[in-house]
């Protein structure tokens, strides 16, 4: 915390694991994990390509752009970007940056 000041959290959970495998490192894993996808992918849907804010909503529009954002992250992060929202700024101003990105 920024005062320095210390806090204990306590948090309840269930979890289909058995008592064995359930030790503190294996759960704290396991949220780390959750929390990673939800930076690393929901986060980046919801500031960067405003997805909660989309308009398309009929038929199969609003699978087939999801898939289409998840593919500009995908090649975005197999190219070594590490800012996406940056990326995609760069790439939707200049469609010579967005192929010079992948070698063309």
């Known amino acids: 915390m920024k005062s320095g000041d210390i806090r204990d959290d306590c948090a309840f959970g269930l ?3 058995t008592k064995d495998r359930a030790t503190p490192e294996n759960l704290m894993g396991i949220a780390r994990g ?3 996808i939800e930076n690393r992918n929901h986060h ?3 500031t960067t390509y405003h997805e909660d804010l989309s308009q398309v ?5 609003p699978h087939m752009m999801a898939t289409l954002r ?3 992250m995908s ?3 197999l190219t070594g970007v590490k800012n996406i929202a940056k990326a995609a700024r760069n790439f939707a101003a ?8 992948f070698g063309l």
């Open 75 to 77: 090649i975005m992060r």
């Open 94 to 101: 200049s469609a010579w940056v967005t192929l010079r990105q």
């Open 15 to 17: 979890t289909s694991l």
């Open 44 to 46: 980046v849907r919801d």
């Open 70 to 72: 998840g593919l500009a």
């Open 34 to 36: 959750h929390w990673e």
């Open 57 to 61: 909503r009929t038929e199969n529009g």
